[in-house]
């Protein structure tokens, strides 16, 4: 039945509309109310209302369950909730059909504050506790530019909106990237959410550890036995971690030009990947546990000197260039970036993990805007077989082991070894076993922000940074910012768009006699073919 027809749906209270849900194993959420600062923004229309919405179709929502959308403009609950269905129309990964429809919508409103002084959110508090009926946990996400964050969590704790009643009135607060854009102006922001909260009540977000594949590098870790006696030094000879896009800046040149790759992705979700790929196995999978192993990887880095930044940094900015027939501009005519930028939209860096498992084993990271194919990937490059066995034969060289793990897309593991290619002489192939996600687990239509939002909302911070963490992270990009800082070209190599990065990157590697891997030619052997293999 179309929502349309159901005119009480909204009005009735919503613990007496019918479940519009599947069944699942999985428990619901704790009564609670999302609100949503920044509610008819970008991030709320594409992802939390989409992801809202999904969790609603998996049944993992209680029934005493609340969106509250808070923003300045005018609005009504009733116009909000027509808003918010167009959104659901336009960016929900699956349609939402009437009886879901119907389920939101009755949980849906809109708190118009300007949250300009301590009336407004005296106001808002009023607001929340009239329609939040049984839902009483309350999470707070603040999908907001980054300098409003710390305004509105003072805000809310001024108003007495932030102050828990264990067990089930918990006060939960979501902050989104950037956190802070240097080490100073971290520790500031996280002295200042101290002031109101305590730590097990922030939820430092980041996208990356949401997507399934990223959390799957635990489970691959540590739920085989195969892999962790050769995890590290005596077995690895070095790691290459790879977020590459084909996409430039698009709208958000503003943002971005203050930003930088090295703002935007290296200190926050390369950061991650390397943690994950790098850690300990942790003593439980507690949330403190596991981000206890991960936050001593950052740790572990070292810092490099100033002298030492040139030797280990490489950042490059896009200029015209095309594929594919079409010619896109170069950074600095993007809409919102300055003429003369100095900003960088590629980074690449060789870091070291100074400890008992990784020491000399280079870790080399590269992010970039604009480069020839959309891949985000682990490889671990294994050390070669000594080649005393084959001194006799045509064999030359041998190619080292090299495990992939595929973020995205075509989400998967690949490990390539080396074949007797058929006929009289010992020569060998490189041969990849692939193992893709697609052809053994359905994919459910997902915005990445599924099991992070039911995450905050069940209170388990495992995927979620920790202030130690956002703080170590910063520190060890900051030699990089500072030199940048005293001259801002520094280190700035041009690429033109659509390729691999500046040639610069190539000698970071090139030093160490070795190279990056090209991710498009070698993701996917084809199926049994001798295209599939390369002969020596
Ligand atoms: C965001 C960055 O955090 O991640 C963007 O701000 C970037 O610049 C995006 O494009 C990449 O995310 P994904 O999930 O598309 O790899």
């Not at 697609?438 to 459910?444: E, K, S």
């Not at 170590?472 to 001259?487: F, I, Q």
Request: charged residues 25%; glycine residues 8%; neutral net charge.
């Amino acid at each position: 039945m179309p929502a349309d027809s159901q005119p009480d749906a909204a009005t009735r209270p919503a613990e007496q509309c019918a479940p519009a849900v599947a069944p699942t194993d999985v428990r619901p959420a704790d009564p609670c109310a999302v609100v949503i600062f920044g509610a008819t923004g970008d991030l709320a229309k594409r992802k939390l209302l989409p992801a809202i919405a999904n969790l609603a179709a998996r049944g993992t929502l209680p029934d005493a369950f609340r969106v509250v959308g808070v923003g300045r403009k005018p609005m009504t609950d009733e116009a909000y909730r027509k808003k918010v269905r167009q959104d659901l129309a336009e960016f929900a990964p699956e349609p939402v059909g009437p009886d879901l429809w119907a389920w939101l919508e009755a949980r849906t409103f809109y708190a118009n504050e300007t949250l300009a002084d301590a009336g407004s959110y005296a106001s808002l508090g009023r607001r929340l506790d009239e329609v939040g009926g049984i839902a009483r946990g309350r999470l707070y996400y603040l999908a907001t530019p980054p300098d409003a964050m710390a305004g509105i969590v003072a805000g809310l704790g001024a108003a007495g909106l932030l102050v828990e009643t264990p067990p089930a009135a918990w006060r939960r607060v979501v902050l989104e990237k950037p956190f802070g854009r240097d080490l100073e102006s971290a520790r500031a922001l996280n002295r200042l959410l101290r002031a109101d909260l305590a730590e097990p009540q922030i939820y430092r977000i980041d996208h990356y550890l949401g997507k399934e594949t990223v959390q799957n590098l635990m489970a691959f870790r540590f739920g085989n036995g195969i892999f962790e006696p050769i995890w590290n030094r005596r077995y690895v000879d070095h790691v290459q971690i790879t977020v590459a896009e084909t996409v430039g800046v698009e709208n958000r040149g503003g943002y971005y030009d203050r930003a930088g790759a090295l703002r935007d992705m290296v200190q926050n979700h390369m950061f991650q990947l390397l943690a994950l790929t790098a850690m300990e196995p942790p003593t439980s999978f507690s949330a403190d546990a596991v981000r206890d192993e991960r936050v001593k990887v950052l740790q572990a880095i070292h810092l490099c000197a100033p002298d030492e930044v040139r030797m280990a940094v490489v950042r490059g900015q896009y200029t015209a260039g095309g594929a594919d027939g079409r010619q896109v501009s170069g950074y600095r005519d993007e809409p919102s970036v300055a003429p003369a930028s100095a900003t960088e939209t590629y980074a690449a860096m060789k870091l070291l993990v100074e400890n008992w498992r990784w020491a000399g084993v280079p870790f080399y990271l590269r992010t970039g805007k604009r480069l020839p194919t959309r891949v985000t990937e682990i490889a671990v490059q294994f050390r070669s077989a000594p080649l005393r066995l084959f001194r006799d034969t045509p064999v030359e060289c041998l190619a080292p082991n090299l495990l992939v793990i595929r973020i995205q897309p075509q989400e998967g593991i690949a490990l390539q070894f080396e074949a007797k290619v058929p006929g009289p002489h010992v020569r060998l192939g490189t041969v990849n076993m692939d193992f893709n996600y697609a052809d053994y687990f359905a994919a459910t239509p997902s915005t990445g922000y599924e099991t992070l939002l039911y995450d905050c909302m069940v209170g388990d911070q495992t995927l979620f940074h920790r202030a130690d963490m956002v703080e170590t992270g910063w520190a060890v990009v900051s030699p990089v910012l500072e030199v940048v800082a005293g001259d801002p070209s520094a280190l700035l190599f041009d690429y033109p768009a659509h390729t691999w990065g500046p040639h610069e990157a190539d000698d970071l590697l090139g030093r160490d006699g070795r190279e990056w891997r090209k991710p498009t030619m070698a993701a996917r052997a084809p199926a049994g073919g001798a295209a599939g293999r390369r002969a020596r």
